[in-house]
């Protein structure tokens, strides 16, 4: 089944313990990009890969990390996250930026 | 800076009438403009998208029209139904790469 996967799908955590969430597409996407999303500010984008070793900053990449090592992978990093990241956040691919993206189920973080 | 606006944030129907959803981008260089529909507690999913070389789309209920010289462009659902009833968000390109800016939603309510 074509699929992207987030993990974990929820998680608490507090400030400046360092996280991970990882993201999985199996659909040989090139393009993969994660979003935050909070009421009435819609999806912001905080970064995007256009392939592999190729990451660029979305709309709000502040206090994030990413990486994209191999093409199916495209995990985000909290290095020292803090209470204003507590967010839904997405994570998507798709054949190119221009191309319907699949998202995955969502991360809800909570930082305390 | 780059953005998008939608409006409006609210829009409530009755069943069977026509729903529009408008979004400006201030990016003269945008050239993909999709549209995202995203049910209660689940993942956005592609409604419908428009290349800036095309001025309108359709696909049967649902229809978007693109005006590059106003920089503006709408989403139209016809004979609403209830399964309609969504959070509807609109996206911009921006500088012909992979950064994707999305409006801050509508939420559609469909009145049976």
């Known amino acids: 089944e074509a699929q992207v996967t987030q993990n974990p799908r929820y998680l608490i955590t507090v400030t400046g313990k360092k996280l991970t969430v990882t993201c999985s597409q199996n659909m040989n996407h090139e393009y993969m990009s994660w979003y935050r999303q909070d009421p009435g500010l819609g999806l912001r984008q905080i970064y995007y890969s256009m392939n592999v070793e190729v990451t660029d900053k979305g709309d709000v990449p502040e206090g994030y990390k990413v990486s994209r090592k191999e093409k199916r992978n495209f995990p985000l990093i909290l290095e020292s996250p803090s209470p204003n990241q507590t967010s839904l956040y997405f994570c998507?691919?798709?054949?190119?930026?221009?191309?319907?993206?699949?998202f995955g189920d969502g991360t809800r973080l909570s930082i305390l | 800076g780059e953005n998008v606006e939608q409006h409006p944030s609210t829009l409530s129907v009755q069943e069977g009438d026509s729903a529009v959803i408008k979004c400006t981008y201030s990016?003269?260089?945008?050239?993909?403009f999709p549209w995202y529909k995203q049910e209660l507690g689940k993942r956005p999913q592609l409604i419908i998208d428009?290349?800036?070389?095309?001025g309108e789309k359709k696909d049967q209920r649902i229809a978007v029209t693109l005006n590059k010289t106003a920089k503006h462009f709408s989403l139209h659902i016809t004979e609403t139904q209830p399964e309609d009833s969504a959070v509807y968000f609109c996206a911009a390109s921006i500088n012909l790469g992979g950064k994707l800016i999305f409006g801050q939603g509508t939420t559609l309510q469909v009145k049976p």
């Open positions: 990016d003269s260089a945008s050239n993909y």
């Open positions: 998507a691919s798709s054949f190119g930026f221009d191309q319907p993206q699949h």
């Open positions: 428009i290349r800036s070389n095309v």
